[in-house]
């Protein structure tokens, strides 16, 4: 499974635009890039996934470089609650499901 | 809600006695895992059931450990000879076909061994 490094933390004012950017050297051809929001005493919870180039939903944008050795997870005009911790994980699908392995993700801090 | 749900929410025991956690997920999901969180860390992949078939179990997954599906619907985690390491938040996910790339979680069983 290709491993992930992410910065431990980050910080962000409310109202700006925060991006995460995630490095997968080893991404290979068949991998996924999947994004996970986790908040304290929560699970995890999905927010945006992608192979190439640029993906967005109504939460955020992810963008993927041609050589996928790296990602930008792109939250729009964070408020307070995007406070949590962002996990970036690289899988491909086998035996029916994305086998994934959780880094110790981003922190990221919001502050009014 | 018709989310994940996990059940107990927390477990205090005492080093030795024996757990069973219980996980029900969305209705219509037939993948469902089992993963373990420790303090800081992100989660670890214990166990992938299809259906009611385990088909991947984790090297983490040790001896004291087994997880069963027995109508493919809900799942039970037991761990047995239960170990101060065994303290860890346990967490459920269910995904469906339809949606293969998002896992469902739920909110976690918090266990702390004594």
């Known amino acids: 499974l290709a491993k992930t490094t992410q910065p431990i933390s980050m910080d962000s004012y409310e109202g700006q635009e925060v991006n995460i950017t995630c490095s997968h050297n080893?991404?290979?051809?068949?991998?996924?890039i999947t994004w996970y929001q986790q908040f304290p005493s929560q699970g995890p919870r999905f927010i945006i996934q992608?192979?190439?180039t640029k993906v967005t939903n109504e939460v955020a944008s992810l963008f993927i470089p041609a050589d996928r050795k790296s990602s930008t997870l792109s939250l729009p005009r964070v408020s307070l609650s995007d406070t949590a911790v962002y996990y970036c994980?690289?899988?491909?699908?086998?035996?029916?499901?994305?086998?994934?392995?959780f880094g110790i993700g981003t922190k990221l801090q919001v502050i009014p | 809600d018709t989310g994940v749900s996990q059940d107990p929410r927390h477990k205090i025991t005492k080093r030795g006695q024996n757990v069973t956690f219980r996980c029900d997920p969305i209705?219509?999901?037939?993948?469902l895992y089992w993963y373990r969180q420790t303090l800081g860390q992100g989660p670890e992949f214990l166990t992938y059931?299809?259906?009611?078939?385990?088909?991947?179990k984790s090297r983490l997954l040790s001896d004291r450990f087994s997880a069963e599906r027995p109508k493919g619907s809900f799942s039970t985690l037991e761990i047995q000879r239960t170990e101060q390491g065994d303290s860890a938040m346990y967490l459920c996910?269910?995904?469906?076909?339809?949606?293969?790339?998002?896992?469902?979680f739920g909110p976690g069983t918090r266990l702390l061994v004594l």
């Open positions: 996910a269910s995904s469906s076909l339809a949606e293969q790339e998002t896992q469902y």
């Open positions: 080893n991404i290979a051809t068949n991998d996924y």
């Open positions: 992608g192979y190439k």
């Open positions: 994980l690289v899988g491909s699908y086998s035996g029916g499901y994305q086998k994934v392995t």
């Open positions: 209705s219509e999901h037939n993948r």
């Open positions: 059931f299809q259906n009611e078939a385990q088909l991947e």
